[in-house]
């Protein structure tokens, strides 16, 4: 028992190997320089750099076909701002072996931004303040002195759908024909009638999915408010099977409009007027403040060509990505995010709702602050993700072998963390997000020592890490805190559904993270680690479970997991009403089957299994925890050359 914690430091270091973390004994061949005061007329070395990271890019296409060491681009510190993602592709590999490293000089620190600062702060009316912001865009994030600001809303209670809205089946974004409500009815005197409704949002918690839907007009109808859905969107999101769907009597949050602005710490930006309102918190003073309005749809983009000619060999340390804007998912000119579970988004209308139809094509996944696609041996490496506002911080979308995510602080996006693969990867070939020859499973990845707290901020339904259908892909020692949701999620595919289990999962492991205060928001359903599917040769071990509701989830289908040696912590007070939700290991299903559990540790005897061949066998139920307990869960979370990356937390 007390050797678990070695064996998974062992795992990680093999793992590290594996990736080529170090070209051994390689000096640099090149080094070139980038500093926000250089210039892209100097030859980018120390005492004349350039200015611009792509113009380092560019410099480094020049030299890189014959390799004979390492090409290392130092970023001196200060603000690297952009007004569109920086964009790297097959031309800036490395080669022979070596590798190409954009890195932070020494201590400093380079920020890659997406935003641009906005002053000319006058007072306005009710202790609002305004400034002109130039933009032709819809703005749905805001910072103020680093701390983020939050879109102008208000609760109402929904009082019925109304309309109609016909889908004849033939439409690119249609799997199917149907018919749909196009709009919510509020009272009159609740909801007033709202200038630019185009940019407001509506948004709607469900049991585990929260639905953000744009609006496209506000009208009156008697003694009441009718506000229409933006479509077809609307009417993907009023279908969802499973309960998931709008509920169009219950309560909505809108938000994004001025008539809502009423609290401190909010905003809102009139597009049509470029007249952008802020209402101060206690203290701060808009003639000195810092507003930040972010611009860049994402900040970094590595996209190969094929499986066959993949980005290679190409490593990021130490910058800082912040700043980031999204609008959010576009369906045929409307706009929202809406999905039944974690990052897959519904991008196609089915009057069943039903996404197990035709292999899960009717999903996607949102825009991510940091996207790969295509790659191989490319690495982010003690970076710092903040002030983000897109669906994911970094996705390794399709494709991605042998590459990491490691030593990473993500604290304070819209979105989750690390996202590894696409629901379409049910099979691999058969399109049609990803033609036959691009497309491939995202595998012999490392997703580790990541420090994570504050994230899905905005988006609720996301999992700080996500993966979908990944082959020997490692999640481990991670240090996650206070998700809306669940902390970790690994697997697609249903038991329930009408298709068989994808053959694609295998040998994938989420080995002694640090999981902690999960499912904040949604509470109803998923787990601190939760896992999906029949994944052969897969383990979740050595991690420190800590939450008040569900820790070991292996949902409907899940079989052939090893769940071992895991220290798994129940907190709160429950009733026997509610015992099932408290649950150190939840199977609920006949159709979770074949699970090894075996040697894990636990202060409640509280499962809840309905599995075929899941019994837990060597299981130490035990408070206080004991000395091995106490071992695997020291164990857990952030290992100690990556220690140094922890926020201090009060």
Not at 30 to 59: H, K, L, M
Not at 110 to 122: K, N
Not at 261 to 276: I, S, V
Request: hydrophobic letters at 40%; proline letters at 4%; one cysteine or more.
């Amino acid at each position: 028992m007390k050797k678990l914690p070695a064996l998974c430091c062992l795992a990680g270091v093999a793992t590290l190997w594996l990736f080529g973390a170090v070209s051994a004994g390689a000096a640099a061949q090149r080094e070139f320089y980038v500093s926000p005061q250089g210039s892209d007329a100097n030859p980018g070395t120390r005492g004349r750099p350039f200015q611009t990271i792509t113009r380092a890019r560019d410099a480094v296409r020049a030299v890189n076909e014959s390799m004979a060491g390492d090409i290392v681009v130092y970023l001196r510190g200060g603000t690297y701002e952009i007004t569109s993602p920086l964009e790297f592709g097959v031309a800036d590999s490395g080669r022979n072996g070596y590798k190409v490293v954009y890195r932070a000089f020494e201590r400093e620190v380079p920020v890659i931004s997406g935003g641009v600062q906005v002053s000319g702060w006058t007072p306005d009316r009710d202790g609002l303040y305004r400034a002109t912001f130039r933009s032709d865009r819809k703005l749905r994030s805001l910072y103020v002195n680093g701390r983020r600001a939050d879109l102008a809303e208000m609760e109402f209670a929904g009082r019925g759908a109304w309309g109609k809205f016909v889908i004849h089946g033939d439409e690119a974004w249609a799997e199917t024909p149907g018919e749909t409500l196009d709009g919510i009815a509020f009272s009159a005197a609740e909801v007033p009638l709202l200038q630019q409704a185009e940019d407001v949002e509506m948004v709607q918690h469900r049991a585990w999915n929260s639905l953000v839907i744009g609006v496209r007009e506000v009208v009156r109808e008697n003694d009441r408010t009718i506000i229409k859905l933006q479509q077809p969107y609307g009417a993907i999101a009023a279908t969802l099977a499973w309960n998931c769907g709008i509920a169009p009597e219950q309560s909505f949050v809108l938000r994004n409009a001025l008539e809502f602005l009423k609290k401190p710490g909010q905003f809102y930006f009139n597009r049509a007027t470029h007249t952008l309102y802020y209402y101060p918190r206690p203290g701060e003073n808009m003639a000195e403040a810092e507003v930040i309005a972010p611009v860049s749809e994402g900040l970094l983009r590595v996209t190969g060509d094929s499986i066959a000619r993949r980005v290679e060999r190409l490593e990021f340390h130490g910058l800082t990505f912040s700043y980031d804007h999204w609008l959010m998912q576009e369906v045929a000119g409307s706009r929202g995010l809406v999905g039944v579970q974690s990052l897959g988004l519904y991008t196609k209308f089915r009057a069943d709702g039903n996404w197990h139809k035709t292999h899960y094509n009717v999903c996607d996944l949102p825009q991510a602050t940091v996207e790969l696609r295509n790659c191989r041996h490319v690495r982010l490496e003690r970076n710092r993700f903040q002030h983000l506002t897109s669906g994911a911080g970094v996705s390794l979308i399709n494709d991605v072998v042998d590459s990491a995510v490691v030593g990473n602080v993500f604290d304070g996006l819209s979105g989750n963390a690390v996202n590894v693969g696409h629901p379409q990867h049910y099979i691999i070939g058969d399109g049609p997000r990803f033609a036959r020859g691009v497309e491939g499973v995202c595998a012999r990845v490392l997703v580790g020592n990541n420090w994570i707290r504050r994230v899905s901020l905005d988006f609720k339904q996301e999992e700080a890490i996500s993966g979908f259908f990944t082959e020997d892909v490692e999640i481990a020692h991670n240090d996650i805190r206070g998700t809306p949701y669940c902390g970790i999620a690994l697997g697609w595919w249903w038991g329930n559904a009408e298709i068989p289990a994808s053959t694609v999962p295998k040998n994938n492991r989420i080995l002694a993270n640090r999981v902690v205060e999960t499912q904040q928001i949604l509470p109803r359903d998923g787990g601190a680690i939760y896992v999906l599917g029949e994944q052969p040769g897969s383990r979740i071990e050595g991690n420190y479970v800590e939450s008040s509701t569900r820790m070991l989830y292996c949902d409907d289908g899940s079989a052939y997991w090893t769940l071992t040696r895991n220290v798994v912590k129940l907190t709160g007070d429950y009733s026997p009403e509610t015992a099932k939700d408290k649950s150190w290991l939840f199977l609920w299903t006949p159709r979770i089957h074949d699970l090894t559990i075996v040697g894990n540790y636990t202060n409640t005897d509280i499962t809840y299994n309905n599995g075929v061949n899941c019994v837990p066998r060597d299981t130490h139920v035990e408070a206080p925890f004991s000395p091995e307990a106490l071992a695997i869960a020291a164990a857990a979370g952030l290992e100690p050359a990556y220690r140094d990356i922890a926020q201090h937390e009060n």
